[in-house]
């Protein structure tokens, strides 16, 4: 089922995405009545559609996304309308400002998209592991990892990471996961005392994202009552820090150990309110009865669209400051760098997780896709946008050969760009990454 849901996720992915951003395009050019000939949901063979005005709306048999071919642009070498043409609707005869805009709206719609998108979540109401939003309290710590090498403990508390304060485990583990391979400089807090640490990161396959070897405290959801986790004086909000000897990095490492014990009793090391303890659970028909903690986000549309607009804004400056790392060599290329292999891995695994992680999973690449168009690399938007800012400044258009020469080494950068992309994704796989350095 895995191998065949993902090759159906990414293309459900990829092509609301690009089609979006094509609309973006497609509906301004409109507005300002320009001459779009063609407006297509997919590429290759027209399958069928029909006519709006001077455009052909059509679903094409590629379903990748779309495309938009406008009246007079730079590709538009020989107008299907020749008869048309100087009746001031092509699109190089438009005013700058205009066809800025036109550029602009491609990447526009794509974050139009993912506030549409976390908006619907919101409203509709999805459950979180609270794990994500709790204060960076260890719970467990790996044995033989860099964490336990630096003397780190279940109960510390990771404050900051080189300096930047650190509020949940989100951000903890964001911030080590674009830092493999390198020295961290952690603030901890146990108990009354704070300290700091050094620790060196590792990168952990297929993916290549910096780890130490930490995770959350598992806290306790929900207590089915008369159950034996209730009647062993266990509460909600606890901490699951061990079963027997076993570390607990997440809730699905509790039904394991709980049914392979039968019905002895259990060791649980449970954290409460700062302090670790133990008690003895013994299983009822291989259940203790807990759940896992869930933060259910779900707003009324007045709070659903700021409360939207923020995550989408948090995710944009996220992927700001990847690119800042990436540009100061402080970030991994192959942590932060995903192509089509891995957003298709990512997309299988978000259909197989539900609808609701893979229209999250859409509206995140879609914030990356949009941020990546705006680059002032030609044939991008953002390479558009430059001339076009540029000649408005000098007042006058530039050159044919300096436009050329601008397309050129913005493509020839781009095809270098692609090519460490595919690199990246290649050397993440298991087949390839072994002969790859």
Not at 66 to 72: A, H, P, R, S, W
Not at 140 to 154: H, K, M
Not at 334 to 347: D, E, H, N, R, T
């Amino acid at each position: 089922m895995g191998s065949a849901t993902t090759p159906a996720a990414f293309v459900v992915v990829l092509g609301v995405i690009i089609f979006f951003h094509e609309f973006g395009h497609f509906i301004t050019a409109k507005a300002f009545g320009m001459r779009v000939y063609i407006f297509s949901f997919g590429f290759g063979r027209r399958l069928l559609g029909f006519k709006w005005g001077d455009t052909d709306c059509r679903l094409s048999l590629i379903p990748l996304g779309g495309y938009v071919k406008l009246e007079g642009e730079q590709d538009d070498l020989l107008s299907e309308d020749t008869s048309a043409r100087g009746d001031g609707r092509d699109f190089v005869s438009r005013p700058r400002w205009q066809r800025f805009i036109v550029y602009l709206a491609g990447p526009v719609m794509n974050g139009v998209l993912a506030v549409a998108v976390f908006t619907a979540l919101y409203m509709v109401g999805f459950g979180v592991d609270a794990s994500r939003y709790d204060r960076p309290i260890v719970g467990a710590v790996q044995a033989g990892s860099p964490a336990e090498a630096a003397g780190l403990r279940p109960g510390d508390e990771l404050l900051a990471i080189d300096g930047k304060p650190q509020a949940n485990w989100e951000g903890v583990l964001y911030e080590i996961a674009l830092r493999p391979d390198r020295d961290l400089k952690l603030r901890l807090r146990r108990g009354a005392e704070e300290t700091e640490v050094m620790v060196r990161s590792t990168s952990a396959s297929p993916h290549h994202m910096g780890q130490i070897g930490v995770a959350p405290v598992v806290r306790v959801g929900e207590l089915v009552p008369g159950a034996p986790a209730q009647k062993a004086g266990l509460q909600v909000d606890d901490g699951i820090l061990r079963i027997g000897d076993t570390a607990i990095q997440s809730f699905e490492d509790i039904p394991t150990l709980v049914k392979g014990s039968g019905d002895r009793p259990l060791r649980i090391t449970t954290y409460r309110a700062g302090a670790i303890q133990e008690v003895l659970v013994t299983p009822r028909n291989g259940l203790i009865g807990i759940t896992r903690k869930l933060i259910v986000k779900k707003f009324p549309l007045l709070q659903a669209v700021p409360a939207a607009a923020g995550e989408s804004w948090r995710m944009t400056r996220e992927t700001f400051a990847m690119l800042k790392g990436l540009l100061t060599a402080q970030i991994s290329p192959k942590a932060a760098v995903s192509g089509p292999l891995g957003i298709a891995q990512a997309s299988g695994m978000a259909a197989r997780e539900g609808w609701r992680s893979l229209f999250a999973l859409i509206a995140g690449i879609s914030i990356s896709v949009g941020i990546l168009n705006l680059f002032p690399l030609a044939p991008l938007d953002g390479g558009h946008l430059a001339i076009l800012a540029g000649e408005g400044l000098i007042r006058r258009n530039f050159s044919l050969t300096l436009k050329a020469w601008f397309m050129n080494a913005g493509f020839g950068v781009l095809l270098l760009l692609i090519a460490f992309v595919l690199y990246s994704d290649l050397s993440k796989t298991a087949w390839l990454g072994k002969y790859l350095p």
